[in-house]
């Protein structure tokens, strides 16, 4: 089992270039099944999860070569409907790939998907809205059997902007008969990435980034080159670790818009920020002041990746923040952790209340899922003494060599077997 091993104290100094999106790529490779021809991706992250979606891939017949700067995927020789029952329980955003497979295969069976546990996360507006574009769904055993001779147009209107359901309508409307609405759709920047994609390789879809979306069926598709946005949510991850640790950093190859909720309560807690068109830089203060409420919503509200890092951020602070989690139902498990480093926290359901404390102390600790351990890793550069983080497995699939980045900014962290 690998850990990260980190001696606190040392401030972060310096830049740090950031990867691609784990939330946009995944999609988007789910998206080249679509084309049956080459995809070449650049800035496509070496995470986990993007191997297991390569693997769930390169199972089922296509062609996946990479190198250090580009991934190329021919989905010519795209063989079987079915998906490998072990890696869509591994990650719980292959649910993505229902979309694409009705739209080139026709069918596609898949059991249900796994990721981290942090709530309970139902695929049912998956179900419903692709049964309305007129997929017939069977749900048994623990498998979905998913047919579409024909896809058609509708109008969806989503009870809560999934993201995640949002692509997947897109993902099978790209060649519908007619044109689908999607109303209330997800505004993420990721959405819009995968809705520039599509619309690279031939589709027609207008309106991602607002409430409504637009597509028009087609018939033809093209290969394509296409470069991933940055991630957004490490990108205000290392923000955050620079700001817990008094730091001075620089991220580059970013897009600051998507990052505005974070930014601002950065300012509040005190953090000196100098925003450029790819680039921003952090002062942090020597002492962080609280924020006295921050509510994770749907983009482009207090985003809720990064809720747990944040968090993290505020044990530090002087004075008390509240912190509700309004997303996922069970997602502040990371609180027990940072208790035992000496942070004053309670609960109450969904809302923390943060106490801040002068110093953190070293401990070991579990990341329960992929946020939450990026929160411990957070406390662990600031905490006096010696922090271990196991099961980092969970960090490692959203983070692509956390490790070698905080190195280079001048932490003193490592990663281990033990």
Do not use: W
């Not at 623990?142 to 949002?166: H, M, Q, R, W």
């Not at 008969?177 to 819009?192: C, D, H, L, W």
Request: with cysteine; glycine share 10%; aromatic share 4%.
């Amino acid at each position: 089992m690998s850990a990260y091993v980190i001696q606190g104290g040392e401030r972060l100094n310096g830049s740090v270039k950031i990867e691609g999106s784990k939330n946009a790529v995944l999609p988007i490779l789910a998206a080249s099944l679509i084309n049956g021809q080459k995809t070449t991706l650049y800035n496509c992250p070496d995470l986990k999860d993007v191997s297991v979606t390569l693997n769930i891939l390169g199972l089922i017949g296509c062609k996946v070569e990479r190198s250090s700067d580009r991934l190329v995927i021919d989905t010519s020789t795209l063989k079987t409907s079915e998906v490998p029952e072990k890696l869509v329980r591994e990650m719980r955003s292959s649910v993505i790939i229902m979309g694409a497979m009705l739209t080139r295969m026709k069918k596609v069976v898949l059991g249900y998907p796994g990721g981290c546990e942090i709530g309970i996360r139902p695929i049912d507006l998956h179900i419903s809205s692709l049964r309305a574009l007129g997929a017939k769904i069977i749900e048994t055993g623990g498998y979905l059997y998913c047919e579409a001779e024909k896809i058609y147009g509708a109008d969806i209107n989503l009870d809560f902007p999934s993201v995640g359901a949002t692509e997947n309508i897109m993902l099978a409307a790209v060649s519908a008969e007619g044109t689908t609405i999607i109303r209330n759709a997800a505004r993420e920047p990721e959405v819009v990435d995968l809705q520039n994609f599509l619309n690279a390789i031939g589709g027609r879809i207008s309106g991602a980034g607002t409430n409504i979306i637009r597509i028009d069926g087609v018939k033809n598709f093209n290969p394509v080159e296409y470069s991933v946005i940055p991630d957004r949510i490490v990108a205000g991850t290392y923000l955050i670790m620079a700001a817990a640790t008094n730091g001075d950093i620089e991220i580059t190859d970013i897009i600051p818009e998507h990052l505005s909720s974070i930014l601002f309560k950065l300012k509040e807690a005190g953090c000196k920020l100098n925003v450029e068109k790819d680039r921003i830089q952090l002062l942090s203060p020597k002492r962080l002041k609280a924020v006295e409420a921050v509510k994770t919503l749907p983009y482009p509200g207090f985003p809720t990746d990064l809720q747990a890092p944040f968090l993290s951020l505020m044990t530090l602070a002087s004075g008390t923040s509240v912190i509700t989690e309004n997303i996922f139902e069970n997602r502040l498990k990371h609180v027990g952790e940072l208790i035992k480093m000496g942070a004053k926290i309670t609960t109450e359901g969904r809302t923390a209340i943060v106490k801040g404390v002068k110093k953190l102390h070293g401990a070991k600790v579990d990341a329960k899922d992929l946020r939450g351990g990026a929160a411990l890793i957070t406390a662990g550069l600031t905490a006096e003494g010696e922090t271990t983080v196991y099961d980092v497995q969970h960090i490692d699939r959203g983070y692509e060599l956390i490790d070698r980045k905080l190195q280079s900014l001048g932490a003193k962290i490592m990663k281990i077997n033990d």
